[in-house]
């Protein structure tokens, strides 16, 4: 049982603290795995997904389902998978946060007594045989000739892809705070230690600074090596209520705390969106609902689209002050052995990219205490985040193996 | 690829917010949305105020006058029209009333660029439209 200082004492715990867990994780072959659309990818985890959990197909009656960028799964799952008891359904997207978001939504259903057990589903198939990740998402732009309006400076500027938004916001943090690319390449590294462990990582040989900065230029300052993977696949979780966990067969997972924030416009006068994120107001609202702080932490599953996400993400949850996040990862602080395990699995950069699934599927398995040989050995507490758009989406778990 | 090279850089077509804004950058003028309620000042991409929602807007001249916010070099080949110029930056301009632009830094190499310098604008002419490019003040 873990002991949390913060939350002893005569303080109530929050109502929704422990009011859920995750029962059920499925994961299907991820990366270039060819043959399947995305929506028997998302099939396949749902169905491995209820056997984890030990739940026959009638007892679902909540499906959340979010497609990835080929938007290959839509509400039809539902009858693909042939789901006929539902009394909660939706298809949601707030982009890489929507993942955390779903069990976000399930929780509160169950706790509202909407429903019992819950699934929630990405699903994605944007590479075709033969073809490139950057063809993938949209490397060859197809720019209209004559984009409309003030949007259209962006394309004339040449201004492409998700690629390019975050290398501005990792720039800005480099001038305002002296961020190295060494220290976004320590990010790299740490991550592909992890992977190396972990057998459905898509890059397991071992990699080093050097090779860091000698992988090309996407756009200054991201190398390749800054930028996560385009993968296949699916992952599903099954979200039930906690008292009914206990009793069914995986350790549950008990959701702690959760939040979002979600600034907006990015470029809009005044605002400060390269270097401080959503994830401020998310931090607030989760560790207070889950009663304990970033000390608290034992294992970190940062959404990491780019290396710079992971540095912008730790500071704005408080684990070092906001400016200092290069220093506080260059000492191999996130990597195996290190004292903030982070993105054990490889995350996005070296395992796999089934957006906001990424981190909370790694998250399971470390609570689980099911991850063979990367497996931390103190997880009592896990902080889970997933982060869309151009850093304007944000979404939390906080998650332990204990209930209390 | 020599067909590829062929193909034009996308140039914006002027829409309804942002019609003014495109005349005037036919004559050198740099124009900003002014709400007329609360003060905001706004790139015209939109018919309200995106702080207050009032619908009172008016035109401002700016100064042309910003410095750099960030900036990025593009190696990665997204559209062909802009294959001959990679690597090349793309650059957030804040101008000296608030508004951020999305652009290009003419009359500089890109090793030299640097976040916080002043830039002025250069507009950069087309058929139809005119871009507002920045070159160091």
């Known amino acids: 049982m873990v002991r949390i200082a913060h939350n002893q004492g005569v303080r109530m715990s929050h109502p929704l603290r422990s009011a859920a867990a995750i029962t059920g994780l499925g994961m299907t072959p991820m990366g270039r795995v060819f043959g399947k659309s995305a929506t028997e990818f998302a099939a396949d985890a749902i169905r491995l997904a209820l056997a984890d959990a030990g739940l026959n ?32 359904l939706n298809h949601m997207n707030a982009a890489g946060s929507t993942a955390a978001q779903m069990v976000q939504y399930a929780t509160l259903a169950i706790a509202a007594g909407m429903a019992k057990h819950v699934v929630c589903v990405f699903a994605d198939a944007p590479l075709t045989q033969g073809s490139s990740a950057g063809a993938a998402y949209g490397m060859r732009a197809n720019a209209p000739a004559r984009p409309q309006g003030m949007v259209g400076l962006y394309t004339a500027a040449g201004y492409f892809g998700a690629n390019t938004p975050y290398a501005l916001a990792a720039r800005r943090h480099m001038a305002l705070y002296g961020t190295t690319q060494d220290h976004l390449g320590a990010i790299a590294v740490a991550q592909r230690r992890w992977a190396v462990m972990n057998p459905v990582a898509q890059m397991r040989q071992p990699m080093t600074m050097v090779d860091y900065h000698a ?38 997972v008990y959701i702690w705390g959760m939040g979002q924030g979600h600034p907006g416009d990015s470029n809009r006068a005044g605002s400060d969106w390269e270097t401080e994120t959503g994830a401020r107001f998310a931090a607030r609202t989760a560790f207070a609902m889950a009663g304990i702080g970033p000390a608290d932490v034992d294992v970190c599953e940062l959404y990491d689209c780019y290396t710079y996400t992971v540095l912008v993400t730790l500071e704005d949850y408080g684990f070092c002050p906001k400016g200092e996040g290069g220093p506080f990862v260059a000492d191999g602080r996130l990597g195996p052995g290190g004292s903030l395990p982070t993105n054990t699995g490889g995350g996005e950069l070296s395992a796999y990219y089934m957006w906001g ?48 | 690829m020599s067909q590829e090279t062929r193909i034009p850089k996308p140039i914006p077509q002027p829409d309804g917010p942002s019609q003014p804004f495109f005349d005037a950058g036919l004559t050198g003028k740099l124009l900003l949305m002014k709400c007329t309620a609360c003060g905001a000042v706004r790139l015209p991409s939109r018919r309200h105020c995106d702080r207050c929602l009032s619908t009172d807007l008016e035109w ?23 294959n001959d110029d990679i690597p090349y930056n793309v650059t957030i301009v804040e101008l000296e009333e608030g508004p951020r632009l999305p652009t290009n830094l003419v009359g500089i190499s890109n090793d030299q660029i640097r976040v916080g310098m002043p830039v002025v604008v250069d507009w950069e002419r087309h058929d139809d439209v005119a871009l507002p490019k920045f070159r160091p003040a």
């Open chain 1, 57 to 88: 197909k009638a007892e679902v009656d909540g499906l959340l389902i979010n497609a990835g960028v080929s938007q290959g799964i839509s509400l039809g799952l539902q009858n693909y998978v042939g789901l006929d008891n539902l009394r909660l």
């Open chain 1, 215 to 252: 992988s090309r230029w996407i756009i200054e300052p991201l190398h390749l090596l800054d930028c996560c993977l385009v993968s296949n696949g699916a992952v599903a979780v099954v979200v039930s209520p906690a008292d009914v966990a206990r009793d069914m067969p995986q350790p549950p």
């Open chain 1, 357 to 404: 699934m990424t981190p909370l599927s790694e998250a399971i398995i470390q609570a689980r205490g099911a991850g063979g040989a990367r497996q931390v050995a103190k997880h009592d507490v896990i902080l889970c985040t997933g982060n869309g758009g151009n850093l304007s989406y944000h979404a939390c778990l906080i998650l332990s193996p204990h209930a209390s």
């Open chain 2, 60 to 82: 401002v001249p700016a100064s042309g006058r910003g410095a750099v916010r960030t900036f990025g070099v593009m190696h990665q080949r997204y559209h062909p029209g802009f």
